[in-house]
């Protein structure tokens, strides 16, 4: 069946250095990726997305590109900032097939971002 | 912005007992909710897709006599726990699309059954 699989956490840097987070999906198929972000306390917040293979989604200085090739859709960002500290869940859905809103998901991974 | 609440965030309970979790969407209207859980260090998985004034369509796998949802009005779904477990101990996340079809979540539910 479909899946998506993120690297484990937590995932701890000092501010200001690169981040990736790892993203690789199963799908029969072409979904749509998108990248949600959890601030502690909040709800899920969709952070990027992309539709289709070779977009790029960039949202705050987040970037990731959809590779259909390796599968993959891989979060980026050139440097962190400690606000940056949260979930990241890596998602798939096949939009326009009246499933909005049934969204695959990784299990996540906790950021933290360290002064 | 478009704002989903949910209600408890955490909750704990003795095994037998009901927990009743809230979902609304506070300045929009949703037809449509979706109930998540996540198990420690696995994936959201969608359970239930809650429909107003209609029953809620349950993932392959999911109990619909243990998992009560109801979706009385435009702006409120409910999800109840019946009889509690310790294997029912997750976290537990509602979502709801705007007339845009853009999605909003809850912060979530941490339930432990005792």
């Known amino acids: 069946g479909d899946s998506v699989t993120q690297m484990e956490g937590p995932v701890t840097l000092s501010e200001e250095a690169f981040l990736t987070i790892n993203c690789t999906y199963t799908?029969?198929?072409?979904?749509?990726l998108f990248w949600y972000v959890q601030y502690p306390g909040e709800g899920l917040q969709l952070l990027l997305k992309a539709t289709k293979a070779d977009d790029k989604g960039s949202n705050k200085g987040f970037e990731a590109t959809y590779r259909k090739e390796t599968t993959s859709f891989h979060l980026e960002k050139g440097s962190v900032q400690v606000s940056d500290s949260a979930v990241y869940f890596c998602?798939?859905?096949?939009?326009?097939?009246?499933?909005?809103?049934?969204?695959?998901f990784g299990q996540g991974t906790t950021l933290q971002v360290k002064p | 912005g478009a704002v989903v609440s949910q209600h408890p965030s955490r909750v704990i309970c003795k095994s037998g007992t009901s927990v009743k979790i809230e979902c609304r969407s506070l300045?929009?209207?949703?037809?449509?909710m979706f109930w998540y859980r996540q198990f420690p260090k696995q994936s959201l998985m969608l359970m239930a897709t809650s429909n107003e004034g209609s029953k809620a369509t349950y993932e392959q796998g999911v109990e619909k006599d243990k998992f009560l949802i109801n979706h009385a009005s435009l702006t409120l779904s409910t999800l109840t726990v019946t009889s509690a477990h310790p294997e029912d101990s997750s976290f537990y996340i509602c979502?709801?699309?705007?007339?845009?079809?853009?999605?909003?979540f809850g912060s979530g539910t941490q339930l432990s059954v005792l």
């Open positions: 998602a798939l859905s096949f939009l326009g097939s009246s499933n909005t809103g049934k969204l695959i």
């Open positions: 300045d929009f209207q949703a037809t449509t």
């Open positions: 799908a029969t198929g072409y979904p749509s």
């Open positions: 979502s709801a699309p705007d007339q845009n079809e853009k999605l909003f």
